[in-house]
């Protein structure tokens, strides 16, 4: 591996979520760095720490394109590593002494309290034991709690499949979102005066109550408060899971543009409607009581 002759910062995590817990790292490294003119980077894998260890991968959090969004609006470059070959077969004094201090030249290193690495998953007291034999500096972010409990991915995965976006929303430190390219569905709320935004979820959404949910739809001349229906859609026998959204007042085309849906709040379970104008009339229903709640 080629030596970097610049010193770096490295904030060190998997950072699915890129959560106000994995922010106060980040910013911390960013901090560093820039005391000492150095390039801050998020020095991540490019695959869940879980699934490299034999498991099964959880439902993301974030999109790439939104994890690495968000990490450079922070201040630092991501760099993934890739999971396969070699890196998987270190130990932690490898990986500390081949990529930490030889590969990235790092002057500081910046870890969670939990931080793992090594096949050994050594932890991050190691870490600083070893940066002290090889010459760099470590600091430890202690746990960061909100309500008296840790803020984690897998808690907000938790408060997501609890449907409570709300709540998640307060460990992101932004809302939950998805995001797509807007797809043709039947057309029947365009008929009837309800036109929508229709997207499917990437298959690793994380677990979430099919229902009716208080959104923003982001897109050019965005954000927009809207209705949104996450699931199967039961009244019109769509197939497969689908985020549809109804955003009231718009009259704008949308076929074909990315568009991004943030979660703010559970209103109702999915239910089949005995018709479509029964259904369109609870749209009606719901996009009020999203207003009186938002405006």
Same mark, same amino acid.
């Given at each position: 591996?080629?030596q970097r002759?610049e010193k770096t910062v490295?904030?060190?995590?998997?950072f699915?979520?890129?959560?106000?817990?994995?922010?106060?790292?980040?910013?911390?490294?960013?901090?560093?760095?820039?005391?000492?003119?150095l390039?801050?980077?998020?020095?991540?894998?490019d695959?869940p720490p879980?699934?490299?260890?034999?498991?099964?991968?959880?439902?993301?959090l974030?999109?790439?394109?939104?994890?690495?969004?968000?990490?450079?609006a922070?201040?630092?470059?991501?760099v993934?590593?890739? +999971?396969?070959?070699?890196?998987?077969?270190?130990?932690?004094?490898?990986?500390a002494?081949?990529?930490?201090a030889?590969?990235?030249?790092?002057?500081?290193?910046?870890c969670?309290?939990?931080?793992?690495? /090594?096949?050994?998953?050594?932890?991050?007291?190691?870490?600083?034991?070893l940066g002290?034999e090889?010459?760099?500096?470590?600091?430890?972010?202690?746990?960061?709690?909100?309500? /008296?409990?840790?803020?984690?991915?897998?808690?907000i995965?938790a408060?997501l499949?609890?449907?409570r976006?709300?709540?998640?929303?307060?460990?992101?430190?932004r809302?939950?979102?998805?995001?797509?390219k807007v797809?043709?569905?039947?057309?029947? /709320?365009?008929?009837?005066?309800?036109p929508?935004v229709?997207?499917?979820?990437?298959?690793?959404?994380?677990?979430?109550?099919?229902?009716?949910?208080?959104?923003r +739809?982001?897109?050019?001349?965005?954000?927009?408060?809207?209705?949104?229906?996450?699931?199967?859609?039961?009244?019109?026998?769509?197939?497969g899971?689908?985020?549809e959204t109804?955003?009231p007042?718009?009259?704008?085309?949308?076929? /074909?543009?990315f568009v991004?849906?943030?979660f703010?709040?559970?209103?109702?379970?999915?239910?089949?409607? +005995?018709?479509v104008?029964?259904?369109?009339?609870?749209?009606?229903?719901? +996009?009020?009581e999203?207003?009186?709640?938002?405006?």
């Open positions: 591996m080629e002759k490295l904030a060190l995590g998997y699915d979520g890129v959560h106000i817990a994995h922010r106060d790292i980040i910013l911390s490294a960013v901090r560093a760095a820039r005391a000492s003119g390039e801050a980077l998020a020095l991540s894998l695959a879980s699934l490299i260890l034999g498991g099964e991968a959880p439902p993301m974030t999109d790439p394109w939104e994890k690495l969004r968000l990490i450079t922070l201040g630092a470059r991501l993934q590593l890739p +999971a396969a070959g070699g890196l998987l077969n270190m130990t932690g004094r490898e990986f002494s081949g990529v930490i030889s590969q990235f030249n790092a002057a500081k290193v910046v969670g309290y939990n931080y793992r690495f /090594g096949c050994d998953q050594l932890g991050a007291d190691e870490l600083t034991e002290r090889l010459g760099f500096d470590t600091e430890i972010i202690p746990e960061k709690q909100v309500d /008296g409990e840790a803020v984690s991915s897998s808690r995965r408060l499949a609890q449907g976006p709300d709540k998640a929303a307060e460990l992101l430190g809302p939950f979102s998805a995001a797509g797809e043709k569905g039947k057309g029947l /709320g365009h008929t009837k005066g309800f929508t229709n997207i499917y979820p990437r298959p690793d959404l994380p677990p979430m109550p099919h229902g009716v949910y208080a959104t +739809a982001v897109f050019e001349g965005g954000p927009h408060l809207s209705v949104t229906n996450l699931g199967l859609n039961p009244t019109v026998h769509d197939k899971l689908r985020i109804h955003i007042g718009y009259k704008g085309d949308l076929y /074909g543009k991004v849906i943030e703010l709040r559970f209103i109702r379970p999915e239910r089949e409607f +005995a018709t104008e029964e259904l369109f009339a609870q749209i009606r229903r719901d +996009a009020a999203i207003d009186r709640i938002y405006r």
